[in-house]
């Protein structure tokens, strides 16, 4: 198994395929390397192939007035975008493009729809639709109840652990997206922070009071 089939038996909507599976899903598609701010479809374009991120950051926006982005979400390795072609739309919906070097594995709607006609396969795709709906849920449980600083740690605990220096591969903008928040919350919160002696984040390093963190972690589990 190559690099692309390790990446989708990884993934949530993939994962637990049979190998024999994953290997057609390899055959029906290819991987593509896309540079830093290249596009990799627009908004219009007709929609013939899916995409599963392999390595990298791609950014999900539509356009809006005066030249300027609307970024609906940061795709990160091991999730999937431009599915709506599947079965809702014949062209994409938003614009792609790779934030930083990316490498994409691409699929085929044709060749998709095709193995969707046998059970077996079906089965374990549906299947696995459902947990990402449950994934979502969760998500969105998480945005509801606790506030940003909160959002701010558990995301640090669960994809970098908590220790006092980490090595962030995200943009102040990227990280506010995925706790739910803007780039101008994050950054009152973390100036705040900074004042407290709480938190330092210089580039990509970002120095932590871990006991703080930890502390604040453990009070939402006890909640």
Same mark, same amino acid.
């Given at each position: 198994?190559?690099?692309? @089939?390790?990446?989708?038996?990884?993934?949530?909507?993939?994962? @637990?395929?049979?190998?024999?599976?994953?290997?057609?899903?390899?055959?029906?598609?290819?991987?593509?390397?896309?540079?830093?701010?290249?596009?990799?479809?627009?908004?219009?374009?007709?929609?013939?192939? #899916?995409? #599963?991120?392999?390595?990298?950051?791609? +950014?999900?926006?539509? %356009?809006?007035?005066?030249?300027?982005?609307?970024?609906?979400?940061? *795709?990160?390795?091991? =999730?999937?975008?431009?599915?709506? *072609?599947? #079965?809702?739309? /014949?062209?994409? /919906?938003? !614009?792609?493009?790779?934030? +930083?070097?990316?490498?994409?594995?691409?699929?085929?709607?044709?060749?998709? *729809?095709?193995?969707?006609?046998?059970?077996? #396969?079906?089965?374990?795709?549906?299947?696995?639709?459902?947990?990402?709906? +449950?994934?979502?849920?969760?998500?969105?449980?998480?945005? !509801?109840?606790?506030?940003?600083?909160?959002?701010?740690?558990?995301?640090? =605990?669960?994809?970098?652990?908590?220790? /006092?220096?980490?090595?962030?591969?995200?943009?102040? %903008?990227?990280?506010?997206?995925?706790? @739910?928040?803007?780039?101008?919350?994050?950054? +009152?919160?973390?100036?705040?922070?900074?004042?407290?002696?709480?938190?330092?984040?210089?580039?990509?390093? &970002?120095?932590? !009071?871990?006991?703080?963190?930890?502390?604040?972690?453990?009070? &939402?589990?006890?909640?």
């Amino acid at each position: 198994m190559n690099r692309s @089939g390790e990446a989708l038996s990884r993934s949530v909507i993939f994962g @637990g395929l049979p190998d024999e599976l994953i290997h057609r899903l390899e055959k029906s598609g290819r991987t593509e390397n896309f540079g830093r701010d290249e596009l990799i479809f627009l908004e219009g374009d007709k929609g013939d192939r #899916f995409f #599963f991120l392999i390595e990298g950051l791609v +950014r999900v926006y539509k %356009a809006a007035d005066n030249d300027r982005e609307v970024v609906l979400r940061h *795709i990160r390795p091991g =999730e999937m975008f431009g599915e709506v *072609i599947l #079965f809702d739309s /014949p062209v994409y /919906p938003v !614009n792609a493009v790779a934030q +930083r070097e990316s490498a994409v594995f691409s699929i085929r709607r044709s060749a998709f *729809i095709e193995l969707l006609q046998e059970e077996s #396969f079906m089965k374990f795709f549906v299947g696995n639709l459902f947990k990402k709906m +449950r994934h979502l849920t969760d998500r969105i449980a998480f945005l !509801n109840a606790y506030d940003v600083e909160e959002r701010f740690f558990v995301f640090i =605990e669960e994809h970098y652990g908590l220790k /006092p220096e980490v090595q962030v591969d995200l943009s102040k %903008a990227e990280l506010a997206e995925a706790i @739910g928040t803007i780039p101008e919350t994050i950054s +009152r919160m973390i100036a705040r922070l900074k004042t407290r002696g709480v938190v330092i984040w210089e580039k990509n390093e &970002l120095k932590i !009071n871990v006991d703080y963190a930890k502390s604040v972690i453990e009070k &939402l589990k006890a909640e």
